[in-house]
Each structure stands twice: as C-alpha cells, then as structure tokens.
C-alpha cells in the first residue's frame, strides 16, 4: 500500500484560502485515485473531493462544490487540495486517502490513509 503524508493546514480568518498537499509514497502512484476526507469533533469522516487515477476526472461534496479544488502531480506524486472562501463549518481534521484504481466514496473504502492535518477556521 502507500504511504501518505499531509501537510499545509492551520488557522485561517473566515474567507481565507489553504492548500492542503499529500506526498505519497512508492512507484505506483498513479494506479490510486485519491481523495481527501474530514473529520470534525463529534461528527463521522466525510468525503470532501476525489480524482481519478490520470486526473481528468474529480468528485466533490455539494458543501464544497465551488470553494474546494482537488488537482494531482503524478510526476510528484503529490495531490493538494485548495480550499477557498473557507467557512467555520470547514473546521476538521483533513486526511488523504487513497483507493486503488477507483475512487472512494466512503471511508470503509480506502486503502491507505494519511496522519491528518488540523485545518481551524475562525469567524
């Protein structure tokens, strides 16, 4: 499996913009199509945005449609997310994953998850 790890989150001021970067490890990254969930307190994981194992194709959740962008670098091995116009609802921990193959939709799905990066948006 690969290995993944985040980085790029922190505070931010309502309206504000993060980008979220994941550096996989191994030769076969683009057999993974990837995606990133959040977990905030007390809530389920939840998927936010996924891409296709070549790119050309992405997956976002209706409350980030708009504001979120997912990309990849298979020459980097790295998939980011940029999240814009940033909410207080926005507020989780942020975890790359990724799924072989086909995306995931839901966490049981995954195959390899990152550490998780606190992103905290304040009002």
């Known amino acids: 499996q690969v290995q993944l790890v985040e980085s790029g989150g922190g505070l931010v001021q309502a309206g504000g913009s993060l980008r979220l970067s994941c550096a996989a490890s191994?030769?076969?990254?683009?057999?993974?199509?990837m995606g990133w969930f959040r977990q905030a307190p007390g809530k389920e994981r939840e998927s936010v945005a996924a891409i296709s194992m070549s790119g050309s194709s992405t997956y976002y959740a209706d409350s980030v449609k708009g504001r979120f962008t997912i990309s990849r670098d298979n020459a980097k091995n790295t998939v980011y997310l940029l999240m814009n116009s940033l909410k207080p609802e926005d507020t989780a921990v942020y975890y790359c994953?990724?799924?072989?193959?086909?995306?995931?939709?839901?966490?049981?799905?995954?195959?390899?998850w990152g550490q998780g990066t606190q992103v905290t948006v304040s009002s």
């Open positions: 191994g030769r076969t990254f683009s057999s993974y199509a």
């Open positions: 994953a990724a799924k072989r193959r086909t995306v995931a939709t839901t966490p049981a799905e995954v195959g390899s």
